[in-house]
């Protein structure tokens, strides 16, 4: 079992830059995938990006493309993401999830542990 806590949210003035950091427990971070996952007021939880184990392969969400980039550090059990050039529509609650198969996916019924959100928002 692993423990996600996310950090590094808070409020940004659109156009800016927040990076958001997930933290992992156990030994074993480097046998998840691990993706980024958003839900906005009123709105389901949305894919946003997602790293394979060693991080080589990298998937984003079309309305972040070329914004956000996903990362981790397998030795500081962290995943980040990288957030630019913000808009008021990023605003959201922004969740790490870990996904213990070797496939990478984009649909949140995928994963298998999730951390507790980081609220960003994006004031115009």
């Known amino acids: 079992q692993v423990q996600l806590v996310e950090s590094g949210g808070g409020l940004v003035q659109a156009g800016g830059s927040l990076r958001l950091s997930c933290a992992a427990s156990?030994?074993?971070?480097?046998?998840?995938?691990m993706g980024w996952f958003r839900q906005a007021p009123g709105k389901g939880r949305q894919f946003v990006a997602a790293i394979s184990r060693s991080g080589t392969n990298t998937y984003y969400a079309d309305s972040v493309k070329g914004r956000f980039t996903i990362s981790r550090d397998n030795a500081k059990n962290t995943v980040y993401l990288q957030m630019n050039s913000l808009k008021p529509e990023d605003t959201a609650v922004y969740y790490c999830?870990?996904?213990?198969?070797?496939?990478?996916?984009?649909?949140?019924?995928?994963?298998?542990?999730w951390g507790q959100g980081t609220q960003v928002t994006v004031s115009s």
């Open positions: 156990g030994r074993t971070f480097s046998s998840y995938a």
């Open positions: 999830a870990a996904d213990r198969t070797e496939v990478v996916h984009t649909n949140i019924y995928e994963y298998d542990y």
